[in-house]
């Protein structure tokens, strides 16, 4: 499957009710809306950051045919690797595949930018939502809860052959929502 940075219709799975609907990279523009997005899926957490999440990385959504967000994924750099969110879906549209498919899109996207790794916040009593990203290959960094009672998971996305260039003429990642969406092959 090749990505792009305009919307790409989804066709079947996953959630085939929504064959209409598109994938769409975010940009700062689209914070009010992701921060509502996210107030939706954890009405627990602040989204306050959401344009400081943008700035300094990114977000993909999926959207329905109305525009009405039905999940999303952010991400921001952080040391070599990007710190990513936990998937945000609306309740009524959990189950649907969604997140593990944003998940691998954000995973592609990170290995074509050269991200060696990925790290991942979860509260450390929700047992359902460690379960969920240790099913898809996040692994417990050493260490207790930090004071908010989060563990930290990693997930390399590259292999042994993925370098980071040192000679300062790799593009910079994360500023430009258009600069970090997948090139058309």
Same mark, same amino acid.
Do not use: C, H, Q
């Given at each position: 499957m090749t990505d792009t940075p305009a919307t790409i219709p989804v066709v079947g799975r996953p959630g085939e009710a929504y064959a209409a609907a598109h994938l769409r990279w =975010?940009?700062?523009a689209d914070a009010a809306s992701l921060a509502e997005l996210w107030r939706a899926a954890y009405p627990e957490e602040d989204a306050s950051d959401m344009a400081a999440w943008l700035e300094h990385g990114g977000a993909l959504t999926l959207q329905d045919r109305s /525009?009405? %967000? #039905?999940a999303a994924l952010r991400w921001r750099e952080e040391? @070599?690797? !990007?710190r990513v969110d936990r998937v945000a879906s609306r309740p009524e549209e959990r189950g649907q595949g969604f997140? *593990? !498919? #944003?998940?691998?899109?954000v995973e592609a996207l990170a290995i074509r930018q050269n991200v060696p790794y990925l790290l991942l916040? %979860?509260?450390? &009593? @929700? =047992?359902a939502q460690l379960a $969920? $990203? +240790? *099913?898809?290959? $996040? *692994?417990d960094e050493p260490g207790e809860p &930090?004071? +908010? /009672? +989060? #563990?930290? #998971?990693?997930?390399?996305v590259g292999g042994v052959w993925q370098r980071k260039s040192t000679g300062g003429t790799e593009p910079a990642r994360g500023h430009d929502p258009a600069a970090n969406a997948p090139r058309t092959s």
């Open positions: =975010a940009g700062v /525009g009405r %967000l #039905l040391a @070599d690797g !990007w997140g *593990r !498919w #944003l998940a691998t899109k916040d %979860l509260p450390a &009593d @929700d =047992a $969920y $990203y +240790r *099913r898809m290959g $996040y *692994r &930090d004071a +908010r /009672g +989060r #563990l930290t #998971l990693r997930k390399p």
